[in-house]
């Protein structure tokens, strides 16, 4: 009985191939990150150059996460069915033209399509990674390993984008952040044939265009409605848009309900672990992604930094997000998922506190910076247990599907956080502004004043100086308050998180939990699949998952 158990687990173990497989995966997922926190830096430039108005600076910004995670399930199947690799070779050859189209936009709304199509492409490449980790190593703690370098490798590129894009935006023109993609995606292209093994499901159906339509339909309107009413308040047109929203989803529900390979497996959701760990890294992520996309511009506004200056203040919150994702599997190992994950978001109450201190000026750096770093150390453990524990608490037969809907709600939590803080920064600074523009401005200078701080920077030249002095001070000081008051909304988010982890994920195994804790899995499943998960057992979370069911 020993050997018989013993041998398998020799099997499972990942060779040297797999391991160099792996540096080719972090690339592009190095990419996704240092491309968003390099635009973040170039947002002041873009404003100066192409002059969008706030609501297009926002879907400039956002419009990648939203079609990314509207695209991630459909791509996930689609993977399925022609093969995990190729999928990620046509995702890396649709980054560089995207990259190449927003490097040399000539207008705002150019540059809006160009992300838009950046997002679809980064649909494709983000689940096929994680669907080839997960396909590559199947040995429980290696896997642990390779899914917390992989989140590494998201920190890392939060920490050279900034530096890089820093030093690209002090030599050459905004568009030039966008370049540095192109020979990063060249390297998969080339040797994801020779280093990494297809994957396909043999019995994967065809997939369902009208569930592609309706997933579209019911969040992408209902994301609209949402960035609307944070920036302007109720209308007919957002009441509109979510109602459109709601319907829509209720239809896709119910299409899924009917088929026989649904593009999304409702069932998945009758399962407690499995719900819980989609909300923890919806809202996990829309607590984080709220303020990590303001430091960077509250650097350059408010610290009044260089971006490459502000590119290395950057660095500690890439060094807190690598340390916490790092340390998470250590002491996952030991203790229960949950408490790990909810110590976390404890922690993260001091940083929001200090980015909520941070005032109008050059002092607010320091405590702005550090309270990034806190934030991204205490979030670290929702980034590396969140999708594994939403794989894991499914059939192993639905793990990849479970999987791709986990990295659909961390990118829609990514995507929402800026929508809903940023848009929340956006009607503070209006309203900010609104009221301490000083006596004297043109009706002309202040509407470009309540626009963005770039537009009142541009009106602050063509008036008197102290006048436009006063103006910019106005604007700086309206856009500080938009920054702390989304550090507390951002805090309350951090608290809902640890309210849903402690009542749906408690009941989870640590890691390093003896297979004693879980009854045995039924015959036709013990033995012949490989765990879901790479953060505790599968079975076990199955298991229990079901007993309270």
Not at 201 to 226: E, K, M, Q, T
Not at 281 to 309: D, I, K
Not at 379 to 393: D, F, N, Y
Request: glycine share 10%; charged share 10%; aromatic share 6%.
């Amino acid at each position: 009985m020993t050997s018989n158990t013993a041998a398998p687990a020799v099997e499972l173990r990942a060779g040297p191939r797999e391991w160099f497989g792996l540096l080719v995966l972090l690339l592009p997922v190095t990419l996704m990150t240092a491309d968003l926190g390099v635009l973040w830096l170039a947002t002041p430039y873009v404003t100066a150059d192409l002059r969008p108005t706030s609501s297009q600076l926002l879907w400039t910004t956002d419009i990648y996460g939203f079609l990314t995670c509207g695209f991630l399930v459909v791509m996930g199947t689609l993977g399925d069915r022609i093969g995990r690799r190729k999928l990620l070779i046509l995702g890396s050859l649709g980054v560089i033209v995207s990259s190449l189209l927003a490097a040399y936009a000539t207008s705002p709304e150019m540059l809006i399509v160009a992300r838009a199509l950046l997002g679809v492409a980064g649909a494709a490449v983000l689940p096929s990674t994680l669907s080839l980790i997960i396909h590559m190593f199947k040995d429980d703690r290696q896997r642990a390993t390779a899914i917390a370098t992989w989140v590494t490798a998201l920190s890392v590129g939060i920490a050279v984008g900034p530096v890089i894009g820093g030093v690209l935006l002090d030599s050459w023109w905004w568009g030039s952040v966008f370049l540095m993609g192109v020979p990063v995606m060249l390297v998969p292209l080339l040797l994801a044939p020779a280093l990494l093994p297809e994957y396909k499901d043999p019995n994967a159906g065809r997939i369902d265009l009208a569930s592609v339509v309706l997933f579209l339909a019911a969040i992408l309107p209902i994301v609209y409605a949402v960035k609307k009413f944070a920036e302007i308040g109720w209308s007919l047109g957002n009441l509109a848009a979510l109602l459109i929203g709601a319907a829509f989803t209720v239809l896709f529900v119910r299409r899924q309900n009917t088929l026989e390979t649904p593009l999304l497996d409702m069932r998945l959701f009758r399962t407690r672990a499995f719900t819980g760990a989609l909300l923890t890294l919806l809202f996990g992520m829309m607590a984080l992604n709220g303020v990590e996309y303001l430091v960077p511009q509250y650097l350059l506004v408010a610290g009044e930094l260089s971006p490459l200056a502000a590119g290395v203040w950057l660095l500690p919150g890439a060094a807190g997000l690598i340390l916490g994702s790092q340390l998470t599997p250590v002491f996952a190992k030991r203790i229960r998922p949950a408490f790990v994950i909810t110590a976390g978001l404890v922690v993260t109450l001091a940083g929001f506190w200090l980015t909520g201190i941070a005032g109008p000026d050059k002092d607010g750096i320091v405590p702005a910076a550090l309270g990034l770093a806190v934030i991204m150390f205490g979030v670290a453990p929702i980034s590396v247990l969140g999708t594994s524990l939403a794989a894991g608490a499914a059939p192993p037969e639905k793990a990849g599907s479970a999987a791709a809907t986990g990295q659909t709600a961390y990118d829609l939590g990514l995507a929402l956080g800026i929508a809903v803080t940023g848009s929340i920064a956006v009607a503070v600074y209006r309203g900010a502004v609104d009221d301490n523009t000083p006596a004297g401005v043109p009706a002309e200078a202040a509407a470009a004043a309540r626009d963005t701080v770039g537009g009142a920077t541009d009106a602050a030249a063509s008036l008197p100086a102290d006048l436009g002095a006063q103006l910019v001070a106005a604007a700086r000081d309206a856009f500080t308050s938009g920054f702390q008051a989304t550090a507390w909304v951002s805090a309350g988010l951090a608290v809902v998180t640890g309210v849903i982890v402690l009542t749906l994920l408690r009941h989870i195994p640590a890691i390093g939990a003896p297979a004693a804790e879980a009854p045995a899995e039924p015959a036709e499943q013990a033995g012949t699949t490989e765990p879901a998960s790479g953060t505790q057992p599968a079975a076990a979370v199955r298991e229990e998952s079901t007993t309270r069911a």
